[in-house]
Structure formats: structure tokens, C-alpha cells
């Protein structure tokens, strides 16, 4: 049975390249995070752990920053922060999308009319303003702090998204039957609804997940962001405050745009991906 649901799996990620291709991107970056801990020390991440601005070597691979830190301990030591707010920042954002999605469209009425005007008054805002004033009151803040206050704006494209599907499906002729066979309306919910919104859902996780990685990259690189974590934000942050781009310290800056770039990239090709199941117009002809 798993051996065939494996085939099965191998299968379809053969008939769709882009979310087999983004899962091996991602896949190889936690490779590189944990395999790396394995056999670099994440303490040389500390400032004065080296000679400052010395260029990649066989002593030092990627080289060290001004603070005398290796770069690639900072990278190891680093990516796993930064997916560590995305997954929790986006986690809880489509959590709570979910369920104001549910209520709001599957029982209407007046609950029904304020989330709306809630989520089309907040997307009416940039995110990035009141990520900015939030960030800015609240100082010294943590990583799983940071990933609440990127979480505080990450709920409201997707409650659209998924209460748009939710009005879609339970106006269905088989959630109709399950009502009149005399299923509640939160069997009906987890029962006929759920399943068949998982892979919209999943997509909208997905999506979420990039955009909360993206917000906390650009607060960080304002300054805005935990001070002490070597995030990638946080290095970008140091590399543009000490004009590292014009100084020629190219190998201070180019891993974490490396490592940023590839993380957005295996996002969007799985985000595609797992659009084209939720999407049976995009899907590939077996």
C-alpha cells in the first residue's frame, strides 16, 4: 500500500515539474541548514570570531563580514531563522484565515458583513505601514516575536481568497444532500468542505508563507527586526548599513541574496505547483 501510493506520488510529480522542482529547492536549502550544523560551528556566527573582511578561503569558505563573523556559519546559522517566521507567521495566518473564511461565508448575516468590511478595510492599508509602526513600538524584539507581529496583517488576503471558494461550494448539489440527510453544520464543514478545500488552502499557505518571508526581510533591513539573531535580514541590514556592495565585500552579500532568491523561487514553483491541483483547468493531460 505505501510503496503504491509512493509510485503514485513519483507519478504525479512527474506530470507536474514546477511544484517537484520548488520541493527540491526547499529541500536542499534545510539540507544545506542541517547538514551544515553537522560540520560547521553555527559560534563562529559571533562577532570577533575572525579576522574581519577576509575573502572566501580555504580557512574561510565564504569569507568573514566586519564583525569578524564567518558568513557561511551566519548563512546555516541564519536560514532556518528566517523560515522559522515565515512558517510561523504564515501558519497562523492562514489558521485564522481558515476560520474567519468558514464562519463568514458558510453562516452569513452580520458576522458575514463585518469580516468583510474588516478584511477589505485592512487591505485597503499596506501591510508594510502597519508592520512598520508595530515594529517600531515594539522593540528587542525575538524571532517567534517577530513572526507574530508579520502574522498580525498575514490573515487578510487569504480570508478573501478562501471565503470566495467557501461561497463556491456550499451552494454544491452534494453539500445540499448532506444538509437535507440531516448533517450539522460542522460535520458538514469538516466533512464535505475541508477535504475539498485542502489543496486551495495549502496553496494559500504557501503563498502566505513567501509573503510573511518577504515582510520580514524588509523590516530587517530597515533595522527593524531582532537585533541579536543572525537572520538574512538582519545581514542584509549590516551589508547595506557599511556599503558593502560598493566597497567590493562581495562575498558578504552574495550568499544571503543567493539563499533568499532560491527560497522565493522553490515558494513560487511550489505555490504553482500546488496551484494546478487545486485548479483542475491547469491541470496536465496524464
Known sequence: MAASKAANVLSYLRRNPRLAVGLMILAGILLFSAVGRLLVDVNLARPLSAPAFRPPSAKYLFGTDKFGRHVLA????GTPLTLQV????????????????????????RVDTVIRWVVDVGLTIPSILILVMIA??????????????????????????????????????YVELARLSGMGSFEIIFRELMPNLM???VANLVS???????????????GLGPSEAPTLGRTIYWVMLYSAVLQGYWWWWTPPIVIIVLIFLGLFLASTGIDEIANPRLRRAV
Not at 141 to 163: D, G
Request: proline residues 2%; aromatic residues 6%; positive net charge.
Open 208 to 222: 502566505t508563507i513567501s509573503s510573511a518571508i518577504l515582510a520580514t526581510i524588509g523590516l530587517e533591513a530597515l
Open 74 to 77: 551566519l548563512m546555516i546559522a
Open 136 to 173: 517600531i513600538v515594539v522593540r528587542d524584539i525575538s524571532v517567534r516575536q517577530m513572526a507574530l507581529v508579520v502574522s498580525s496583517t498575514a490573515w487578510l488576503w487569504p480570508t478573501r481568497t478562501i471565503r470566495s471558494q467557501v461561497l463556491s461550494l456550499k451552494e454544491r448539489n
Open 199 to 201: 489543496p486551495i488552502i
Open 86 to 109: 515565515g512558517l510561523i507567521a504564515g501558519g497562523l495566518g492562514v489558521s485564522i484565515a481558515t476560520v474567519l473564511a468558514f464562519v463568514a461565508a458558510y453562516f452569513g448575516g
